[in-house]
């Protein structure tokens, strides 16, 4: 058996409960070493064949876990944040289907909820925003023309913007096209959950000169929208005046 497993976003102790126990059970572990903390594989037991993927293309990965699978092992696929966000994992999920491979999906913090963490704020406040958008502007990876950064931000709500910072001029200028004003709060949370987070605010007009200076260009998750600044309506959830079916 495969185990696809989020290793969350940085932190080894952001993993899951589950996570953790497949790891200390595994045989093999397959990681993504170009963004996965090499301590959450403090949890494996000692001895076992551990894989760096980052040099690997899809094939090389699938046959090593086949091979690994067809010898009786247990195999542990660690993916960064929760394999279901931009995690490549369909392709593989696919190609072990195609060979009739068994694996299941463990899912893990994704690391748009440890940059909400860090600020801290809520990301759904009432009166300013129920909605999140979770997007990346477009790069090498085309990104279908209804889902263009500009057409999101008409919305004006919530937004999650993965895998972008390194084009943060472009990101500005699409929040501008889609309506967002240049005051609008704008966040940007490097390597969360890592010893070395950093985080820097400002606005829409602001931010780009801000991350430039402080040298960032990847592993950085953009949060924008009203909710990371303005005021917002207390929610009706502990209003001592609102009954619901738990008070009366």
């Given at each position: 058996?495969?185990?696809?497993?989020?290793?969350?976003?940085?932190?080894?102790?952001?993993?899951?409960?589950?996570?953790?126990?497949?790891?200390?059970?595994?045989?093999?572990?397959?990681?993504?070493?170009?963004?996965?903390?090499?301590?959450?594989?403090?949890?494996?037991?000692?001895?076992?064949?551990?894989?760096?993927?980052?040099?690997?293309?899809?094939?090389?990965?699938?046959?090593?876990?086949?091979?690994?699978?067809?010898?009786?092992?247990?195999?542990?696929?660690?993916?960064?944040?929760?394999?279901?966000?931009?995690?490549?994992?369909?392709?593989?999920?696919?190609?072990?289907?195609?060979?009739?491979?068994?694996?299941?999906?463990?899912?893990?913090?994704?690391?748009?909820?440890?940059?909400?963490?860090?600020?801290?704020?809520?990301?759904?406040?009432?009166?300013?925003?129920?909605?999140?958008?979770?997007?990346?502007?477009?790069?090498r990876t085309p990104v279908p023309e209804s889902e263009k950064?500009?057409?999101?931000?008409?919305?004006?709500?919530?937004?999650?913007?993965?895998?972008?910072?390194?084009?943060?001029?472009?990101?500005?200028?699409?929040?501008?096209?889609?309506?967002?004003?240049?005051?609008?709060?704008?966040?940007?949370?490097?390597?969360?959950?890592?010893?070395?987070?950093?985080?820097?605010?400002?606005?829409?007009?602001?931010?780009?000169?801000?991350?430039?200076?402080?040298?960032?260009?990847?592993?950085?998750?953009?949060?924008?929208?009203?909710?990371?600044?303005?005021?917002?309506?207390p929610s009706k959830l502990y209003d001592?005046?609102?009954?619901?079916?738990?008070?009366?």
């Amino acid at each position: 058996m495969i185990y696809f497993v989020g290793a969350g976003p940085g932190d080894p102790e952001l993993i899951t409960v589950k996570g953790s126990r497949l790891l200390s059970e595994a045989d093999m572990v397959v990681y993504t070493g170009s963004l996965v903390n090499p301590q959450v594989l403090q949890y494996c037991r000692p001895g076992i064949e551990i894989y760096n993927s980052a040099g690997m293309d899809l094939s090389e990965i699938i046959s090593l876990m086949q091979k690994a699978v067809q010898e009786g092992k247990k195999v542990v696929r660690l993916q960064t944040g929760d394999p279901s966000l931009y995690g490549a994992i369909q392709e593989q999920m696919d190609a072990l289907n195609a060979v009739d491979i068994p694996f299941t999906v463990i899912p893990g913090v994704s690391s748009f909820f440890a940059a909400a963490a860090a600020i801290p704020r809520e990301l759904t406040l009432p009166g300013i925003s129920q909605t999140v958008v979770l997007t990346r502007i477009e790069g090498r990876t085309p990104v279908p023309e209804s889902e263009k950064l500009s057409e999101l931000a008409r919305h004006h709500c919530t937004m999650c913007i993965f895998l972008s910072v390194h084009l943060i001029d472009t990101v500005v200028q699409e929040l501008l096209d889609g309506g967002y004003s240049v005051d609008t709060p704008v966040v940007i949370v490097e390597r969360a959950s890592w010893p070395e987070e950093r985080v820097i605010k400002g606005t829409v007009s602001t931010i780009s000169k801000l991350i430039k200076e402080a040298g960032i260009t990847r592993t950085a998750m953009i949060l924008v929208g009203q909710a990371f600044g303005a005021d917002y309506q207390p929610s009706k959830l502990y209003d001592k005046n609102f009954a619901h079916g738990y008070r009366g």
